[in-house]
């Protein structure tokens, strides 16, 4: 049998490579041996392992959304935590994941200052962020993970999903930002960013945040 080390493993950006019949110990030495700092991101479902490695475009569009995210939670003095792009596992399930982006909100003060998670007893992530251009998106793994909230963003549109009796379903706004319909809002600025820049856009977007809040009282 041939046995190829994980340095000689080159994923092109937009690609991605799949590997059958992993037990979880060697996911865990697979994570171990490929470390946090890397362009590459995971997913783990029951054997399968998909390693890909993002375009430019998709990490631009997973930036900028993430970033008026924070600011809309900023202006409404929200509590919360970024983690990025966490490996979230369990062994119970055998699945893991690692989202484009992730918050805690709603269940912000129980992982506060905690440098490990573990979803045996700490609780996931309340929102997940997935970036589809190149249709990476497992639905199933993050249900198995009870993450309650899915963002999906696809071409120039966001699909919101919520988690119901295991099995995500489309709703037609976001309950953990209800009656803001973000996701509708959103799109808009990632395309303003795309000709008057970033910094431009957030201040923008903060400014209509505010005048929202205002009007709302």
Known sequence: MVTLQLRQLDVPPGHRVKFHDVEWDEFEAILEEMGEHRGTRIAYDNGILEIMTPLPEHESDKEIIGDLLKAFLEECDVDFLTLGSTTFKNPQTLKGIEPDQCFYIQNEASVRGKKRLDLSIDPPPDLALEI?????????????LRVPELWRREGDRIQIYVLQSEQYVEVEDSPTFSGWYLHTVIPQYVEQSRSIGRNKTMRAFRAWVRAELEKRG
């Open 132 to 144: 589809d251009i190149t249709s990476r998106t497992h639905p199933a793994t993050y249900a198995s």
